[in-house]
T-cell receptor, first 114, second 115 residues
Framework: DAKTTQPNSMESNEEEPVHLPCNHS???????IHWYRQLPSQGPEYVIH???SNVNNRMASLAIAEDRKSSTLILHRATLRDAAVYYC???????????????FGTGTRLTIIP | NAGVTQTPKFQVLKTGQSMTLQCAQD?????MYWYRQDPGMGLRLIYY???????DKGEVPNGYNVSRLNKREFSLRLESAAPSQTSVYFC??????????????FGPGTRLTVT
């Protein structure tokens, strides 16, 4: 799987938008971009995923660059509960036989300032 | 739905002891996974099972064995624990989404210390 690069840490004020960047310059045409987050002392949880177009769900938005070499996870109004480590992961959609192995990097630790 | 459950939540072992970590899911998922997470690190895949009756090695399988007991349960066994296996262990299962991608659901983890 292609590699992703994320900042080690970011801070944001409560109730403000947060933009978490991810670079994936070696992404292939069949790679999906997935985001997971891990709250303190918990297992990771799925946030969002996309292929080419921007995506929205109840948790966040995913903005994907036109060349797909980077993406940004957007939390529209951060709360204290959003403090977590956020992981950007690429998954090859050709590999669809149930072995959805995820390769986690070290992610971005997001701190929310009250 | 309970989702993915893991037992025990905490465990302390002495070097050389053995134990089995249990995982169960009630979401009727075909695929299940075991990861470990060392302090300050991302998760690393130990073993996975794409369907009942099949298991495959992940990135760090040495020192572990797994059993896919049935569709719901996937256990991880440490035959002879070593201090290097001190870690937090996460079990996960996955479902196939509408666009043929898979979303993984994780359990709360087992914190294992080997002295």
């Amino acid at each position: 799987d292609a590699k992703t690069t994320q900042p080690n840490s970011m801070e944001s004020n409560e109730e403000e938008p947060v933009h978490l960047p991810c670079n994936h310059s070696t992404i292939s045409g069949t790679d999906y971009i997935h985001w997971y987050r891990q709250l303190p002392s918990q297992g990771p949880e799925y946030v969002i995923h996309g292929l080419t177009s921007n995506v929205n769900n109840r948790m966040a938005s995913l903005a994907i660059a036109e060349d797909r070499k980077s993406s940004t996870l957007i939390l529209h109004r951060a709360t204290l509960r959003d403090a977590a480590v956020y992981y950007c992961i690429l998954r090859d959609r050709k590999n669809n036989f149930g072995n959805e192995k995820l390769t986690f990097g070290t992610g971005t630790r997001l701190t929310i300032i009250p | 739905n309970a989702g993915v459950t893991q037992t025990p939540k905490f465990q302390v072992l002495k070097t050389g002891q053995s134990m089995t970590l249990q995982c169960a899911q009630d979401m009727n998922h075909n695929s299940m996974y075991w990861y470990r997470q060392d302090p300050g690190m991302g998760l690393r895949l130990i073993y996975y099972s794409a369907s009942e009756g099949t298991t495959d090695k992940g990135e760090v399988p040495n020192g572990y064995n797994v059993s896919r007991l049935n569709k719901r349960e996937f256990s991880l066994r440490l035959e002879s624990a070593a201090p290097s296996q001190t870690s937090v262990y996460f079990c996960a299962s996955s479902s196939r989404g509408w666009d043929r991608t898979y979303e993984q659901y994780f359990g709360p983890g087992t914190r294992l210390t080997v002295t």
